[in-house]
């Protein structure tokens, strides 16, 4: 299906545990972004990706990784598991071009985490 | 550093007007966005304006810029039960950290409509 989706859904793990959340564009965006929603906060980006083999950090990358080997796939690992890490992952992306409407991101249904 | 603001929540009766207003933080923002989240879902854009553009409608939307305070609003007419949702603003800034493409999202306003 044309899209943005994220697997799982639900996921729960327990403290120490290595997750990997997935995410996969079917646009050939050049642009995937990954956020965490939380009460209070907010979205808060944690690792974005301007092209394949390109990641920079956002506001709250600590204890997170990410990977692009393919345009179309935006991994994002938590190594060890915390419980603060408990929160809903949105993965987005954008085919971005410096000032037009293409700059919008779209957003995947999201991935619930929770870390017992 | 600065914050694009929203209240957190709004309660209107179904059939009134809706006002979600919102400060942002970067006046040479390009482009201004609303997306809306629905339970249990991811966001979706909902309206967008240009900076040059003082106002947009877009059927029951209508969303008003002031470039000048920094201030959005969205305004939905005739506020349906299904309208219920959480609300967020967003801007591109010009330069944020030199990340482009990144959007700032505001907290979200959690709209409540009661029949």
């Known amino acids: 299906d044309a899209g943005i989706t994220q697997s799982p859904r639900y996921k729960i793990t327990e403290t120490g545990r290595q997750v990997t959340l997935m995410c996969h564009q079917t646009w050939s965006h050049s642009y995937m972004f990954w956020y965490r929603q939380d009460l209070g906060h907010g979205l808060r980006l944690i690792y974005y990706?301007?092209?394949?083999?390109?990641?920079d950090k956002g506001e709250v990358p600590d204890g997170y990784v990410v990977s692009r080997s393919k345009t179309e796939n935006f991994p994002l690992t938590l190594e060890s598991a915390t419980r603060s890490q408990t929160s809903v992952y949105f993965c987005?992306?954008?085919?971005?071009?410096?000032?037009?409407?293409?700059?919008?991101?779209?957003f995947g249904p999201g991935t619930r985490l929770t870390v017992l | 550093g600065e914050d694009v603001e929203q209240s957190l929540f709004l309660s209107v009766r179904e059939g009134d007007s809706s006002v979600i207003n919102c400060t942002y933080t970067?006046?040479?923002?390009?482009?201004l966005y609303w997306y809306k989240q629905e339970p249990g879902a991811g966001l979706q854009l909902l309206t967008y304006i240009f900076s040059n553009m003082d106002m947009k409608q877009d059927q029951r939307l209508t969303v008003l810029l002031n470039k000048k305070d920094k201030h959005l609003s969205l305004r939905i007419a005739d506020t349906q039960t299904g309208d219920s949702a959480i609300y967020f603003c967003?801007?591109?800034?010009?330069?944020?950290?030199?990340?482009?493409?990144?959007?700032?999202f505001g907290k979200g306003t959690k709209l409540s409509v009661k029949p």
């Open positions: 990706s301007a092209a394949a083999d390109i990641t």
């Open positions: 967003a801007e591109t800034p010009a330069d944020y950290g030199g990340s482009q493409g990144n959007l700032i």
């Open positions: 987005a992306s954008s085919a971005f071009s410096s000032g037009i409407l293409e700059d919008t991101q779209y």
């Open positions: 970067d006046s040479s923002s390009t482009y």
